[in-house]
């Protein structure tokens, strides 16, 4: 088991930039990011291997976020560029990821980090 915290929320305004990270106890192989707005379900945002292969983005944050990790402090990172209302949100990095049509099954979670996007 892997504990992971994430880092690097807050409060900013639509159009602004931010950097979410997430360090790992230990080695990993593929992260993932998901968030979950409320009253809304948990959704994949962005996954990425531990060579760096990064699997498609979810549409609705496609060309604005990016993945990335530094195998060296177990660390993943998500840059979250041109904010909107829409991406308010708890981010969490997972690992151990499964999915089955719609919906993920992780082993490790971390505890989660907020967004929040003013208009």
């Known amino acids: 088991q892997v504990q992971l915290v994430e880092s690097g929320g807050g409060l900013v305004q639509a159009g602004d930039s931010l950097r979410l990270s997430c360090a790992a106890s230990?080695?990993?192989?593929?992260m993932y990011w998901f968030r979950q707005a409320p009253g809304k379900e948990r959704e994949f945002v962005a996954a990425?291997?531990?060579?760096?292969?990064?699997?498609p983005y979810a549409d609705s944050v496609k060309g604005r976020f990016t993945i990335s990790r530094d195998n060296a402090k177990n660390t993943v990172f998500l840059q979250m560029n041109s904010l909107n209302v829409e991406d308010t949100a708890a981010y969490y990095c997972a690992t151990g990821c499964r999915q089955s049509g719609s919906s993920w099954s992780c082993i490790d979670w971390g505890q989660g980090t907020q967004v929040t996007v003013s208009s």
């Open positions: 990425i291997t531990r060579s760096g292969g990064i699997t």
């Open positions: 230990g080695r990993t192989n593929t």
